[in-house]
């Protein structure tokens, strides 16, 4: 920094007309991008409250509520995102611990798998699933298997959502958990706990959970929000979620509704995501790497 | 040395709990093999499959549908996405770029927190809410089409380049995070280097700064990319059908909207889909390794 500094002072010695250019150039782009960003959520909160013949109004909010389908959707997307949290963390984090404690190729192998979907976009995987979801009627009709894919897709419940969404997580989730783990010596830790004479589950709960709590809300978030905005594979598979339900709202009447639900649910998920950036711990995968101990070092290295 | 000294800690310590964290890993192999696996199999097994006579019938293989998704309006909607997707990470590449460096040389620290909190933000979420913020700024009754009378100079926001402009903000602000830490990564030392052996600002990033950049911002491009090809739920929500893409096309072939016998050509262009993220991420892989070599 104090490097940067003194570069800085340097310039403008050296070549002071340049200077103000500089910084007029930066304004510039700074104001640009600034009234890109900020606009099109100030005009649709006009665009809600002013009505062009009552003037302001804030019906468009009251309405919401009233609205037909609102509530049961935005149960089904928080019922779903509850399900999907729960699962990727009972899967995750083990995987997680486990790929500290076991050998490099345990570590490239959960890697890898964790970066596949990556490679198969939304779309094609909900293709792939309705594919499946078409045995069931075609070749299944008279096995067990039958009343799986029918449990599959309890409209009130569809579990098929719940697999596709923790898919899509993965690779978010496993990198904010791995990140934060990279911070800790878990070998270490979970040795000295069960020196003391914790079992292996208590030296994990009681240990390294606490150790991890930033990572485990940033993984959580993240998924939350995931969850909350998706539209693809809910609506290619049929179902009304949130996301689903605002799209298919806006094919009736009420414009100014499906707008202010749009720009609540935007400042919903942006807080949440900007608590997690401010408040429970950083971005693992954005900021620059927190500075690791000498001895997760030469582990990256090796 | 190092290596050494990883490869002495691993012949002690963890080693007790080997056997355990493999077992820890199995649950997570087994969800991804059910959840993941077979829709993918499933998909590559439909895109080479047909069934002319309808559902239940024989099935016999074939690379029809492969050939099918490459030709007429669904080659159109392929080649949609492509200009759609290097356009928008061209434009992204570079205002991103911009954008970061500005923050970068600024000496507020608070600019620099809210730029990267709002960027971590915005370059995940966007989708449905996003497209219809746009749609009441810049829609038909948009608040800005109506007060500057867009309308009447022609502009529509349900166009290729209206997606551009939804695309963007998502966009950049994803760049914006792809580049900064390389950005900061940059050693004063070298301008400084460069500065006493005479060279210009603009010699500066022609032969230093630049070079010493680009695998971060091809890497960054490729990402971006990938990104604006699988979006599908922006585009869904405002132009309907009325920009060809990938992502509308395979939606529209899934809902039963095709000629007989073509029914699994929705899941070839998946296939093809799946074949350009590879690519993409085959490129951006061994990129980000090569970035980090020189931005420590």
């Known amino acids: 920094m104090a490097g940067l500094t003194s570069l800085r002072n340097d310039t403008s010695l050296w070549r002071g007309g340049r200077k103000p250019r500089l910084r007029a150039g930066r304004g510039t782009i700074l104001v640009v991008s600034a009234a890109y960003f900020a606009v099109p959520l100030i005009a649709s909160v006009v665009y809600t409250v002013d009505d062009p013949v009552k003037g302001f109004t804030l019906s468009a909010y009251t309405e919401i509520l009233s609205a037909d389908g609102f509530l049961s959707a935005l149960l089904l997307s928080l019922e779903l995102a509850t399900a999907t949290i729960a699962v990727m963390l009972l899967l995750l984090v083990p995987a997680a611990i486990a790929v500290r404690l076991g050998g490099p190729r345990l570590r490239a192998v959960v890697e890898v798998v964790c970066s596949l979907p990556l490679v198969v976009p939304a779309i094609a995987l909900a293709a792939g699933l309705t594919t499946v979801l078409k045995w069931g009627p075609e070749y299944l009709a008279r096995t ?20 596709a969404y923790v898919v899509m997580a993965l690779p978010l989730a496993y990198r904010a958990l791995d990140a934060g783990l990279r911070t800790l010596d878990v070998a270490t830790l979970m040795e000295a706990a069960q020196n003391n004479g914790a079992g292996l589950i208590r030296a994990v709960t009681s240990v390294i959970l ?26 290619i598979l049929g179902f009304q979620p949130f996301a689903v339900w605002i799209v298919n709202g806006s094919n009736g009447a009420q414009g100014s509704v499906t707008i202010a639900v749009s720009v609540l649910s935007l400042l919903l998920t942006w807080g949440l995501l900007l608590m997690l950036s401010t408040g429970g711990g950083r971005r693992p995968t954005h900021e620059p790497r927190p500075t690791s101990g000498p001895h997760n070092e030469k582990e990256g290295t090796t | 040395m190092n290596a050494n000294t990883g490869r002495r800690r691993a012949a002690t310590g963890p080693q007790r709990h080997q056997p355990l964290a493999r077992w820890a890993v199995v649950p997570l192999l087994l969800f991804v093999a059910i959840a993941f696996g077979i829709p993918a199999l499933a998909m590559l097994g439909g895109a080479f499959t047909t069934s002319d006579a309808g559902p239940g019938t024989a099935v016999h293989y074939t690379t029809g549908n492969l050939t099918a998704s490459l030709q007429g309006a669904y080659f159109t909607a392929l080649l949609g996405s492509v200009k759609l997707s290097l356009t928008t990470a061209l434009i992204s590449t570079v205002v991103g770029l911009l954008l970061a460096q500005a923050v970068v040389t600024s000496r507020h620290g608070m600019l620099r927190h809210a730029v990267l909190s709002a960027s971590g933000v915005l370059a995940n979420f966007g989708g449905v809410p996003l497209a219809f913020a746009f749609v009441a700024t810049l829609g038909n009754a948009g608040v800005l089409t109506q007060h500057l009378g867009l309308d009447k100079a022609g502009w529509s926001l349900y ?3 209206g997606l551009v402009l939804v695309y963007l903000y998502f966009l950049v602000p994803l760049m914006v995070l792809t580049v900064i830490s390389s950005l900061d990564g940059l050693r004063a030392q070298w301008r400084e280097a460069a500065r006493n052996n005479g060279a210009t600002t603009w010699q500066y990033w ?27 739920a922006t585009a869904r929500a405002m132009v309907g059908a009325s920009v060809p893409l990938i992502t509308l096309q395979i939606a529209n072939t899934l809902g039963g909207n095709v000629f007989a016998g073509q029914g699994n050509v929705g899941l070839a262009m998946s296939l093809d889909m799946v074949v350009v993220a590879g690519l993409v991420m085959a490129v951006y ?10 931005l420590v």
């Open chain 1, 144 to 163: 067990p298997f039958y009343q799986t894919i029918v449990a599959l897709q309890n409209p009130n419940f569809p579990i098929v959502l719940t697999l």
């Open chain 2, 159 to 161: 166009s290729f380049w």
């Open chain 2, 206 to 232: 022609r032969y230093v700064a630049l070079p010493v950049l680009a695998p971060s911002l091809l890497g960054g491009f490729v990402l971006l990319f990938g990104s604006a090809f699988a979006a599908y």
């Open chain 1, 210 to 235: 606490p150790n991890l709590r930033a990572a485990l809300l940033n993984a959580t978030f993240l998924t939350l929000a995931l969850v909350l905005g998706e539209f693809t594979v809910a609506s």
């Open chain 2, 285 to 294: 892989i061994p990129l980000q390794r090569r970035s980090a070599r020189w």
